[in-house]
Structures are given as structure tokens and as C-alpha cells.
């Protein structure tokens, strides 16, 4: 035995990430992921490396680097494997097998969260979804998740008697550059399954991209949301704002409570946890109960009329102003900016 790595089969764990690198280039799940993968090898004390599909994606394996990647394996498999989700699973367990890995890890968006039963099944493994954290206790890996819409945290232990699937909730993914790697140092493999696979019976035809407006508010990328300080006639230009911005739009509580919008909008305790890229509070004080729920927004920027409201210190920028004057202002900007992008074909 190997001491201090964490054993499965009487094996050291081996991780395999997968990344989805379509566009060519790795996204914010790719980045967040490669990081979660470092720190949970380290955790493990156990070697990692990356798996995906290969394809016309230089830009994104050289970004890899960055991430402290040392190994890449591209499967190599039909042209149309990415139109088939089943397909896409099978081959990734194959490789898994085939490398020996025996924790397999992918962020929780669309594709990691489809994938992720499907491989379970696949590699006959263990499956937990969403983790939030991790860590060793008893000579076990701890995984938790919340449950209950996020009001309870639930635990389970791998011993690592059996392989695992482990997809992490991309709340907590946060790309986090390791300074101390030397980029250009990606060892590439390509990698052909060794038995034919056939195309599963369902064919992805079209990939089309969420509407801010109808997306659930918990995989919402840009959020504006309304508070008290909204009056009535002011909520309807925080929607107006959502659809200049491509936006979608929350409640706290009370606004809710006013029938602004819909409940699936509230955030907060009662409500959602959000994670935008960017979060604008308008007129939102900023209570306990709603700042638990959009904590983990990457950026956090509120417009209140009071300097002492608690949304200031929670947000990364804040603007004492009163709404009634800023809204307008803020609507005519946008649609002037809209109109010479357009005139402009987006040059301006
Ligand atoms: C068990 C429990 C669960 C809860 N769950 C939730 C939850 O899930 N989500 C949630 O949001 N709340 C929740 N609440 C309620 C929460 O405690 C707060 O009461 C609520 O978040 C406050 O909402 P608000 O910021 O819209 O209103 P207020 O606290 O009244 O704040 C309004 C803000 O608007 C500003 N304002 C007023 N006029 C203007 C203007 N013209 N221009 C600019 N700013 C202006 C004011 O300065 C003020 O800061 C919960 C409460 C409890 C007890």
C-alpha cells in the first residue's frame, strides 16, 4: 500500500474529470472543475488528469494548462458522438475502465447532469450529485449536498469499494489559476474505443439556448431583482431592464408578497439560491434571509437609497441613489446603446 493515498480496490484512486470543450475552449464549468479536481487530488492525495472529446480545440487544451493539468486524454469516437448523449456516455465509461480511474468527476450543468447517471449505470458505480464539499473523515471521502430546496445538508461517505461518479454543484466551482504551474506541459493521448459503440436511440437536434425570462432563476446567468424600494410602476421597469439586459428577473419576499412575480422568483431562504455571474439588487435592503440566498453570486451590485441598508456591504459595488431617478436614466441608456449597436451591426 501506498501510504497517505486514498484507496480503492487496493489501488490508489485514480480521478478522471471530464470537460466539455465544444466551443473549443474551456468555460467557466471547464475552469471550475479543473480546479475542484486539483483540490480534491490533493485532498486524496492521488494523481488526476482530464478526459474529453476530441476536436478542434487547441485554444482550450493551452488554457488547461493553467489548471495544473498534466494529462489529457481526447476520445476519439464518431463524428456525431456529441449529438448523442448515450453515445457520449458509453464511450466516457469506457475510457474510465479502460484507464483504471475509479472517481469520475463533472460539473452539475446540463451535460455533467445528464451524463452522470448515465455513466453510473455504465460503470455499475456509485453516484452523488451536486456536492457542495468534501473531505476525509474516518478514512472515508465525506461528500455533501444540499437537499430539500437547500434548507438541509446531506452527507454520504465513499470508501472506495466500489468506482464513483461524483458532479459538483456549479455554485461552488470557481476557477481558481494554480500560479505555481508552468503552462505547455498538457500531455495529450488520443484514445479509441477498442469495441464498436453504437449511437444511442435519442439524437440531440438542436441546441437551443435558455430564455432569461422562463429560466429557472437557480441557473439564471445575469439577474436583476426587485425589493420594496420597486413600487408597483417600478417593478415594470425592472422588467423592462431584464429584457434590455437579457436578464432574469427576482423578488424578495415582500415584492413577492405584493404579486410582483411568481414564487419560483423569490430568492432568498424561502425562496431560490441563485449563483449569477452578476446579480443587480435594486432597492433590496439586504436581509439575512435573502442574502443566504445569492451569496454565491460572482458579482453583487445594488442600487439602494440608503448608505446604512446591508445590501452596501454585501455587494462588490454599491450605489446610493433613489430608483424613481436612476431607472429611467439607466433604461434610456441601454435602449440608445441598443439602437446604435444596431444601426452599427454591433460595432458600436
Ligand atoms: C423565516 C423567514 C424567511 C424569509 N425568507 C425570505 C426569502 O426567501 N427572501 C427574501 O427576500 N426575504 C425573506 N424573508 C424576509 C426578509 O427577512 C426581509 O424582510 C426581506 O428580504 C426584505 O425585503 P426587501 O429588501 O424587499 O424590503 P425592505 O427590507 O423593506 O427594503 C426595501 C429597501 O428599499 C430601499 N428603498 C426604498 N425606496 C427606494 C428608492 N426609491 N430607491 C432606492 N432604494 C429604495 C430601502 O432603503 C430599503 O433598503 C424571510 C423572513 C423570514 C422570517
Known amino acids: 500500500m501506498t501510504t497517505g493515498k486514498f484507496q480503492s480496490a487496493g489501488q490508489p484512486v485514480e480521478i478522471l474529470v471530464f470537460v466539455d470543450l465544444a466551443e473549443g475552449e474551456l468555460d467557466d464549468y471547464g475552469k471550475g ?19 474529453s472529446f476530441a476536436g478542434d480545440q487547441d485554444e482550450g487544451i493551452a488554457q488547461m494548462a493553467a489548471y495544473g493539468v498534466e494529462k489529457l ?20 465509461a469506457l475510457a474510465v475502465s479502460e484507464k483504471g480511474a475509479s472517481l ?3 460539473p452539475h450543468n446540463d451535460l455533467g447532469g445528464s451524463l452522470a447517471p448515465l455513466l453510473a449505470a455504465e460503470l455499475n458505480s456509485a453516484l452523488f450529485t451536486e456536492a457542495i464539499a468534501y473531505g476525509i473523515e474516518e478514512g472515508a471521502l465525506k461528500l455533501t449536498s444540499q437537499i430539500l430546496g437547500n434548507q438541509v445538508a446531506e452527507a454520504k461517505t465513499w470508501d472506495g469499494r466500489m468506482p464513483l461518479v461524483v458532479t459538483v454543484d456549479p455554485r461552488i466551482l470557481s476557477s481558481v489559476v494554480l500560479p505555481s ?16 459503440t453504437v449511437a444511442g436511440r435519442t439524437r440531440i437536434l438542436e441546441r437551443i439556448p435558455a430564455d432569461p425570462q422562463t429560466v429557472d432563476v437557480s441557473e439564471a446567468e445575469v439577474m436583476v431583482s426587485a425589493g420594496l424600494g420597486c413600487s408597483a410602476e417600478g417593478f415594470a421597469q425592472v422588467e423592462e431592464l431584464t429584457r434590455l439586459l437579457n436578464a ?10 405584493l404579486g410582483y ?18 446579480y443587480l439588487a435594486l432597492g433590496i435592503s439586504g436581509s439575512m434571509h435573502h442574502i443566504g440566498g445569492i451569496k454565491d453570486s460572482k458579482r453583487i451590485v445594488s442600487v439602494n437609497i440608503d448608505p446604512k441598508a446591508p445590501i452596501i456591504a454585501n455587494s462588490d459595488e454599491a450605489f446610493v441613489a433613489d430608483l424613481r431617478e436612476v431607472m429611467p436614466l439607466l433604461i434610456e441608456r441601454l435602449k440608445s446603446q441598443t439602437r446604435a449597436d444596431e444601426a452599427t451591426g454591433g460595432a458600436a
Open 261 to 278: 412575480t411568481d414564487f419560483e422568483r423569490m430568492v432568498g431562504q424561502t425562496g431560490k439560491t441563485v449563483a449569477p455571474r452578476f
Open 248 to 257: 432574469s428577473v427576482g423578488v424578495t419576499r415582500p415584492a413577492y408578497d
Open 181 to 196: 504551474v508552468q503552462p505547455g506541459k498538457v500531455q495529450v493521448e488520443n484514445w479509441q474505443p477498442s469495441v464498436a
Open 33 to 51: 472543475i479543473l480546479s475542484e479536481a486539483s483540490r480534491l487530488a490533493k485532498t486524496l492525495a492521488v494523481q488526476w488528469s482530464v478526459l
Open 73 to 92: 486524454t481526447l476520445i476519439d469516437g464518431p463524428e456525431d458522438t456529441t449529438d448523442s448523449l448515450e453515445l457520449q456516455g458509453r464511450l466516457i
Open 104 to 106: 469520475l468527476l463533472l
